[in-house]
């Protein structure tokens, strides 16, 4: 599995910390104030994930649009992407901004929202974090859940905003895709043995997903396993 900030080493230095002060146990969610890219193919999260790798002024895990998922750091490392959590956080960046949600096409929402809700769902069964918003109040009392940006740091942010689709995005994460993970699981499986299976099952997923993007219906656990380098041929 590639990570976007590896593979595009920052000429200014590294901006983000190769190891954590903490286990993970929330979720933040943002959005990185891009002009979303709202018509035809998305370019909106591969130009936040490009800019992400020049900035030193911040980092995050996952960047998501209408139509790319791009995992730009590894779970372990910590990002630096809300001022005083970033040890225990996990951070995801949605390309559009913060007071616009009311403005966007519903099927551009819609996808983004799925997209960001299959990233959120696997971590949450990563990590053991309830599909819950919580406060601050909660988070700094030990408990685990999905934060916005704008609870942690409300004096200074205000994303993924008030408008932000709670509802919808919880919708989505309740959608179950045990089917989907039993299809590919298998897939990988059957292929394991197999080196000439497996090359066109990796080429199959390549195809998919578009050199760093990886869609949104492909289970983060089976991507990782098949993209995964072990695998040589
Ligand atoms: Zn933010």
Redesign the pocket.
Known sequence: MSFYLLDHPNPNGLSYSLTRGEPIRGIVL??AENVADTIGPDGGAERVASYGATTRRASWHVTVDKDSIIYMLPDRMQAW??VGYNSSTLGIEQACQASKWKEYPADWVDATITNTATVVKQWCELYDIPMKRISRDEYDSGKRGILA?ADLDPSR?S?PGKDYPWDLLFEKMETDMTEFYIELEKLVTESGGNARSLFYTLELLRGLAEGVSIPANVPRAVAEAVLSPKHTY
Do not use: K, L
């Open positions: 943002h959005t992407h809300v940006h942010r994303d």
